[in-house]
């Protein structure tokens, strides 16, 4: 036997250690690339929604926040949070930041104990990437974003608290799942796919998906819609996301669709060129090349079920994953960003974990079939040397993108 499998030379560091190791190196890195954004001040929508916002200084705040709808949108939690903090330190954006990114690092955690619980490849390097993807930025730094933290925060822990009843753990879960969601909702409603997820990851754990796991979600979809389609009204009539912005035509909205689709995912696997708004591309539906977007994106759909066939539904998840969490962004109902631009980092912030399960399974498969990495066994040094130049190197891009935001 080799010095590095014998049972006299004592493994390091001891797995007391590593259990506390762990999610010290997940959350560290991130709290240094982060620094440059809590340098940050209050930029564009920012200036609407915390600094000049009345509703957070006037004497009965919390009833406007949660009472009525004369705010832009109804994002009850993010205005509170926004409120208490202003309370607690005045309108210094200091604090908002480093909650911001608090919470960025959170969801992170979360995450990496979903994907475990999941048995999904290699789960702290998925959480890793997550947590230092340059796309990420723009919601981590950008305060306004809050309500995609939240949102998400909120939303996972609802996926863990569904898991745990989806195990027999009780009911209890059942309710506790049901009350997180509520509050995703509230501080945003492009959490109302999560009863979708809820069944797909059912599916996916070889759970028959009846009768009764429709009705078990019933109240969810009886909270979300009626919450999404206020919002959806919200953005036409309050906002201003009407007119001739706005105008596309049915074949233009399946244009913007397939071609965002493929914008967020090249995005994710080489995040190069990252800006705060892209430039509105030329929609033509008599150009056949535009068409290749969606026949692409088609072409994977289609694709998935000979995978799933061949690896299993886990393979097939992370992909459809990525297209429900993204659906609400993709241009099938009017938002207003769309007047500047069909696509934004922070409208992905969350469905971008879809691609970076999908592609660290993928590599993993690719290292098992040529012989490199073992079922069950640990990675050699090597890979995991490289694994952490690659964190490094994200973790750089991260500081320079979140120097943007100071």
């Not at 230092?132 to 306004?144: F, S």
């Not at 498969?365 to 490289?386: E, F, I, M, S, T």
Request: include cysteine; aromatic fraction near 14%; charged fraction near 15%.
């Amino acid at each position: 036997m080799n010095a590095e499998g014998s049972s006299c030379i004592p493994r390091w560091p001891p797995p007391e250690l590593r259990r506390w190791l762990a999610p010290v190196l997940l959350v560290l890195p991130v709290l240094i690339a982060y620094l440059p954004a809590v340098c940050g001040g209050f930029v564009w929508d920012d200036i609407a929604h915390i600094e000049h916002n009345p509703m957070l200084t006037s004497p009965d705040a919390l009833r406007r926040i949660w009472c009525t709808l004369e705010f832009q949108q109804y994002l009850p939690l993010q205005l509170t949070s926004y409120w208490a903090e202003l309370k607690l330190f005045g309108p210094n954006p200091v604090p908002l930041h480093v909650v911001n990114i608090l919470l960025h690092v959170l969801n992170g955690l979360l995450i990496w104990r979903v994907l475990k619980r999941l048995n999904f490849c290699a789960p702290w390097f998925a959480a890793a990437l997550f947590l230092l993807h340059p796309v990420n930025v723009e919601t981590a730094a950008w305060l306004t974003e809050r309500r995609n933290l939240l949102s998400a925060a909120f939303y996972l822990s609802a996926v863990w608290c569904w898991l745990r009843f989806d195990d027999r753990h009780g009911r209890r879960w059942y309710w506790a799942t049901l009350a997180c969601y509520v509050l995703a909702l509230l501080s945003k409603t492009v959490a109302c796919s999560l009863p979708v997820i809820l069944l797909l990851l059912s599916w996916m754990r070889g759970r028959r998906v009846g009768a009764r796991e429709i009705l078990l979600l019933l109240p969810f979809f009886a909270v979300g819609v009626p919450l999404g389609l206020l919002t959806s009204s919200m953005e036409r009539y309050l906002i201003g996301a009407n007119g001739y912005e706005w105008s596309f035509s049915p074949a233009q909205r399946v244009l913007i669709a397939g071609h965002a689709l493929w914008f967020y995912a090249l995005k994710d696997l080489w995040p190069a060129n990252l800006i705060f708004i892209y430039p509105r591309w030329r929609l033509d539906t008599a150009d056949w090349t535009q068409w290749l977007w969606v026949a692409a994106a088609l072409a994977v759909l289609a694709g998935l079920i000979p995978l799933t066939r061949r690896f299993g539904r886990r393979a097939a998840v992370p992909l459809l994953f990525f297209g429900i969490t993204l659906f609400p962004a993709l241009g099938f109902n009017n938002i207003y960003p769309q007047r500047f631009s069909f696509v934004a980092d922070h409208f992905q912030y969350f469905a971008n974990l879809g691609i970076i399960v999908w592609a660290v399974g993928t590599l993993a498969w690719l290292l098992q079939a040529r012989g490199v990495l073992a079922l069950g066994a640990p990675p050699p040094r090597w890979l995991r040397g490289a694994a952490g130049a690659l964190l490094l190197v994200l973790a750089v891009l991260v500081w320079r993108q979140a120097r943007v935001f100071v």
